[in-house]
């Protein structure tokens, strides 16, 4: 089935996430560096099978520590230092953050998807802010500036590009867009388990219908994914 990009609804989304956050809070506390520090947070540090609720990019790309470890696996390295989880100050300052998009775009525009991430509708501000990726690098430098927190930003003409390019490319990049017309060449390629919204046990189940990315379900038949997953068959193609 080909799409008539013209007629599908477009507008300007950022999909925010902040980096590490239960980490990066807690190397702000305590006069850390977020970006250069090994941190981990843990439900209790007393217990040694206690899981890990956030790590510092250091730990994870150093000692490969992520949320969902164990405090067993983390080495002993008097250059880590391990946090409890203190939830209501992640909060307080989630809401501080969300205070702070409000100088970006109005209430209504903003959509909390969790503590540490949002998605922001940009349309009528590019007089005050100029383009989406502008705006994005104003935003991120808000932050950083106000609360010493690294962010990452997806940018797309709907919510669920934006947060695909964010997982696959802004994470690393600090700032990834993706056009209807750059879906093909940016996100077709991409394996099942890195999508937003397929669990494991619904990528199994592509696995055995011979899709294995992105492009494969764009590529299939909406008739096939339909008859096999209803509803849900309809919006993978579609999102696709």
């Not at 989304?13 to 006069?31: N, Q």
């Not at 947070?41 to 206690?50: F, L, M, Q």
């Not at 962010?151 to 993706?178: H, M, T, W």
């Not at 038949?221 to 579609?238: A, C, D, T």
């Amino acid at each position: 089935m080909l799409f008539d990009i013209s007629k599908l609804p477009t507008n300007n989304i950022l999909c925010i996430d902040m980096k590490s956050f239960y980490a990066s809070c807690e190397c702000v506390d305590h006069g850390l560096d977020p970006l250069k520090d090994y941190v981990v947070v843990v439900a209790d540090k007393n217990r040694s099978g206690s899981v890990v609720l956030a790590a510092s990019p250091k730990m994870k790309s150093e000692y490969g520590i992520k949320t969902g470890s164990r405090l067993y696996q983390v080495p002993s390295d008097r250059r880590i230092h391990i946090f409890n989880a203190r939830m209501k100050r992640y909060l307080e300052v989630s809401v501080q953050i969300t205070e702070l998009f409000l100088s970006f775009v109005p209430f209504e525009a903003i959509l909390t998807y969790s503590v540490d991430e949002s998605w922001l509708t940009l349309d009528g501000t590019q007089k005050l802010h100029g383009t989406p990726k502008e705006a994005a690098n104003k935003i991120r430098h808000a932050i950083w500036e106000k609360f010493g927190l690294p962010s990452c930003i997806g940018i797309g003409p709907n919510r669920f590009i934006s947060k695909v390019v964010l997982d696959v490319y802004a994470k690393k990049q600090g700032i990834a867009e993706c056009t209807y017309q750059e879906v093909p060449e940016k996100l077709w390629a991409v394996p099942l388990r890195e999508i937003w919204g397929i669990g494991e046990k619904m990528e199994q189940h592509l696995n055995n219908m011979g899709m294995y990315t992105l492009g494969d379900v764009a590529n299939s038949s909406l008739e096939r994914l339909r008859k096999r997953f209803g509803v849900i068959g309809e919006q993978l193609y579609y999102h696709a």
